[in-house]
């Protein structure tokens, strides 16, 4: 009440109100691995089946505010490689040399979804909190398991490590859509590429970044309006991508979760690093 009068006194003597604007953030992706010879049709729905993509294992900074904040955590245990073969791989909490950081720095780490190469390498970062979707971290501690089809790409390890962050009192449950967790970072719930995905809308100099992360694998996606080709419901992938286009400022400034071509279409201040404006 004493703010609403204190205003009101401001405007009636004629003083200039300065409305707060939220803090502006530095956005980079930062490659950490390769995958090779991936399957576009298993990326981009109704893409011919015989080509192939090398495509781009990475993390995402924010930086500003007092925080660093990392988008995914990527993976790192060995269990993942003989499957997937990665290449020029680097630890995820290693990449950040890049930009003069140490993995004790990152002070948030924000869970998209539950897959291995997004949540593998959350306790690489000794004092992040990390958040994610409740619905997302409760499906996939408890309900998902009483399926056997219902976990596709969720490793067990990955979620007993998220039970015992929140054990700690590491863990921050996002509870639903448009949940503004930091001054200028708000997440999204997103297309049904898994339980609860999410996606974030970061507020930078250059307007509202969107780390559509795998809500959108390509740019492909985006351009054609065709739905991931892994998703629960694909409708709701197509309405998540209509959505970023309204909140991002341009649609160049929506970033996908896989796709090379994020390293050349922004400026490398450092190899491996795209700086995102």
């Known amino acids: 009440m004493m703010r609403v009068l204190s205003l009101l006194s401001a405007i009636a003597v004629g003083v200039p109100v300065v409305a707060q604007t939220k803090p502006q953030y530095e956005v980079y992706a930062i490659r950490y691995a390769t995958i ?16 192939k993509l090398d495509i781009a294992m990475m993390v995402w900074l924010v930086r500003g505010n007092g925080h660093n904040i990392l988008v995914d955590s990527g993976f790192y245990h060995e269990k993942f490689f003989p499957q997937w073969h990665p290449t020029d791989f680097v630890r995820p909490s290693d990449t950040l040399k890049r930009l003069g950081l140490k993995p004790e720095d990152i002070t948030d780490v924000i869970i998209t979804h539950m897959h291995w190469d997004h949540a593998d390498g959350m306790d690489l970062f000794p004092r992040a909190r990390i958040w994610i979707q409740k619905d997302e971290l409760q499906y996939y501690a408890g309900e ?60 930078t100099a250059a307007g509202t970044v969107v780390l559509a992360s795998d809500n959108m694998y390509l740019y492909e996606n985006l351009e054609k309006h065709v739905p991931i080709a892994a998703t ?20 160049k400034l929506i970033i996908p979760g896989h796709d090379p071509a994020v390293m050349t279409n922004f400026p490398n201040p450092e190899p491996g690093v795209a700086k995102i404006q």
């Not at 996002?174 to 507020?203: M, R, W």
């Not at 409708?235 to 970023?244: F, K």
């Open 232 to 251: 629960l419901d694909r409708e709701s992938n197509l309405r998540a991508q209509d959505r970023m286009k309204q909140l991002a400022a341009s649609p």
């Open 36 to 51: 090779p010879g991936f399957r576009v049709a298993g990326l981009v729905e109704g893409a011919d089946k015989d080509r």
């Open 144 to 203: 998902a398991w009483q399926s056997p089809r219902a976990h596709g790409g969720i490793d067990p390890d990955d979620v007993m490590t998220a039970v015992k962050l929140n054990t700690q009192g590491r863990v921050a449950l996002v509870n639903g859509d448009a949940q503004e967790i930091l001054p200028g970072v708000t997440c999204y719930t997103g297309g049904k590429h898994t339980y609860a995905s999410q996606f974030v809308g970061v507020n």
